[in-house]
């Protein structure tokens, strides 16, 4: 079953995990399970999609119970009045704040043929360097980082990291196999580091404001709290209860 973060009498959030797809796709044909599906025969009603995440990302997925508050929410997406926060663990230490405003090409089978523009926003919030080396270098240095995407473009957080060189752990497609394949065989850690925190915006139906929030995955906060983060990610975030006080090598 699905982990319900938020329902009222227009919309049902959801938790989703990583690898779970949003809907069926043809570029995905041997999945057998689907996010919307599986909340349909959970609740045992139709449901219409609203945004996605991309397989791989955990975290808020929302959607709507009747196609007119899907659409009014659609819509707000579409405005950019919709707030998202991300927290992913990048490879080497990112600059403490930044924004990275860059095009982003579509894939080959997106609608969209020229590139299109693209704002994330990010900022650090700790860093480790790990001893354990990974291609040429004798250790390996990582940050934790929110990140507050101002446009909705396909795989833009991935992208724009790839781009500034600090790649998302755990990213298949657009991340660096070297630091995966550390990440899967030393630190146990098989999935992207990619979560959808917090989705923030003003309900369509009764204008009044929200925040919708999902714990990270166990897997994610394992690591985190291996690293000594937990001290730099809200308590709200939490999925499991944590065992001892942070400390490590972390830094702001």
């Known amino acids: 079953m699905l982990e319900i973060v938020f329902e009222d009498d227009h919309y049902v959030a959801v938790n989703k995990p990583n690898g779970l797809l949003v809907h069926r796709t043809r570029i995905a044909e041997e999945k057998k399970e689907f996010a919307l599906q599986m909340l ?28 007119e508050a899907a659409k009014l929410l659609v819509a707000s997406f579409e405005n950019r009045l919709v707030e998202k926060k991300y927290l992913a663990i990048a490879r080497g230490y990112t600059p403490e704040k930044e924004t990275i405003d860059n095009p982003i090409k579509p894939d080959k089978d997106h609608k969209h043929k020229t590139p299109q523009d693209a704002v994330t926003h990010y900022e650090r919030l700790a860093t480790i360097e790990l001893p ?34 600090h790649y998302i752990i755990g990213d298949k497609r657009h991340g660096d196999w070297r630091h995966n394949k550390m990440f899967l065989e030393e630190l146990e850690s098989p999935f992207m580091l990619l979560h959808s925190a917090e989705t923030q915006f003003k309900h369509p139906v009764s204008g009044a404001p929200l925040s919708i929030k999902a714990k990270l995955s166990e897997n994610m906060q394992r690591l985190c709290q291996q690293f000594g983060w937990l001290d730099f990610i809200q308590p709200a975030y939490m999925s499991l209860p944590v065992e001892t006080a942070s400390s490590g090598t972390s830094e702001a």
């Open 40 to 67: 349909r025969d959970q609740l045992g009603y139709r449901l219409y999609p609203i945004h996605r995440l991309d397989r791989g990302t955990s975290g808020v997925l929302i959607l709507g119970k009747n196609a």
């Open 132 to 165: 354990i080396a990974v291609g040429r270098y004798n250790t390996a240095r990582y940050s934790l980082v929110q990140v507050k995407p101002e446009t909705g473009r396909m795989h833009q957080i991935r992208k724009h990291f790839a781009h500034i060189r």
